[in-house]
C-alpha cells in the first residue's frame, strides 16, 4: 500500500491527541519519518488553526491542515482557503444558544474564541464539577481551559470572519434539543453540522466538512485524489473516511465507524496507536 499512498490526512481528537489532548513524541517522529519518504502528512481536525500549537510537540510539522471540519486550509501559514459563517446568522445563533441556555464558543479567525459577557454565568455552570459520567475527560478537559483561559468574553461580537461555532451540554438530553433546534432553524438559514461526542455539536457554513476541505487542499497542492489515506475516530470524520482510497478508524472508534472503514488501528489513541499503524504499515 505505501507505494500508492502519496498523502495521509490525520484527525486530532481521539487520533493523534489522547485522551488529555496531547500528541505523542513517538507520534511526531513518525510523521517526520513518514515525510521524508516523500509522503504528504496533513492534519485535518475540527480544531481552529489557532488551537493546534497548543497541543502538539515542539518542533511538530505537517505539510498542510484543514481545520474547523474544512472551513479553512493552511499550507505553514499561508491561508489557502477559508470559509466564514455571516453576521446574520451568528446573531441568530447566538440569541436561540441563549434562549435555550447552551453553552457556546465562537471562533473568528485570527483572535481568540468569544462568548458574550452576558452568557457567562450559565454557560460557566455548564462546567461546574462533577464531570457527568458520559463526557470524555479530553472534551472536559478542553471546556475547562477554555473557560478558565481561552474565552474572551465580549460585550458584543466582534470580527465578521468566522470559522465555526462550538456547543456542548453536560446532559444527552440538552445537547440532543439543541440539535433539533438547529434542524428547525436549518429550514430558514442554510448551513452544516457535525459532532464529534455525544455531548457536542459543530455549525459550519452549508456543505463544507473535512472532505470539502481536503479536496480542496489536494487541487492547491496538485496532489492526486487516488493515493490518499485519512485516519479518524468520529463522525466529523465520516465525510473524509468516506471519500478517501483508504479509511483507517481508531480502535477506540465506535462501532458505527469502524463499520464503514477498510481498517482499524491495533491500538487506541492513550496507546500511541497512530504511531502503531503508521510503523507497520510504512515499515519503519
Known amino acids: 500500500m505505501d507505494q500508492k499512498t502519496k498523502a495521509i490526512f490525520l484527525d486530532m481528537d481521539g487520533t493523534i491527541l489522547n485522551h488529555y489532548n496531547k500528541v505523542s513524541i513517538h507520534t511526531k517522529e513518525i510523521i517526520d519519518a513518514i515525510r521524508k519518504k516523500g509522503i504528504n502528512v496533513f492534519i485535518a481536525t475540527g480544531r481552529s488553526f489557532d488551537e493546534i500549537a497548543g497541543v502538539v510537540p515542539e518542533g511538530f510539522q505537517v505539510d498542510g491542515f484543514v481545520t474547523s471540519n474544512g472551513m479553512a486550509g493552511y499550507v505553514g501559514k499561508e491561508v489557502v482557503f477559508e470559509h466564514s459563517l455571516s453576521l446574520e446568522l451568528v446573531d441568530t445563533v447566538i440569541e436561540k444558544a441563549r434562549k435555550n441556555k447552551v453553552y457556546y464558543e465562537l471562533f473568528p479567525y485570527g483572535a481568540s474564541r468569544m462568548t458574550l459577557k452576558q452568557d457567562q454565568q450559565y454557560v460557566e455552570d455548564e462546567i461546574k464539577e462533577p464531570k457527568p459520567d458520559s463526557v470524555g475527560i479530553n472534551e472536559w478537559l478542553s471546556r475547562k481551559e477554555a473557560i478558565k483561559e481561552e474565552i474572551a468574553w465580549t460585550e458584543t461580537i466582534e470580527g465578521n470572519r468566522f470559522s465555526k461555532f462550538y456547543f456542548f451540554a453536560r446532559t444527552k438530553e440538552h445537547i440532543n434539543s439543541w440539535k433539533n433546534e438547529l434542524e428547525q432553524l436549518k429550514r430558514e438559514i442554510d448551513f452544516s453540522t457535525s459532532i464529534s461526542s455525544e455531548h457536542n455539536v459543530e455549525l459550519m457554513v452549508a456543505n463544507v466538512n473535512k472532505a470539502t476541505g481536503i479536496k480542496q487542499l489536494l487541487k492547491h497542492l496538485d496532489l492526486s485524489e487516488d493515493g490518499v489515506i485519512a485516519i479518524g475516530d468520529s463522525d466529523n470524520d465520516i ?43 510504512f515499515n519503519l
Not at 481508531?250 to 499503524?277: L, Q, R, S, W
Open 239 to 281: 465525510p473524509m473516511l468516506q471519500f478517501v482510497r483508504h479509511a483507517v478508524a481508531m480502535k477506540n472508534a465506535p462501532d458505527h465507524i469502524k463499520e464503514i472503514v477498510d481498517e482499524v488501528t491495533g491500538f487506541t489513541c492513550d496507546e500511541d496507536g497512530v504511531y502503531h499503524y503508521l510503523k507497520s504499515t
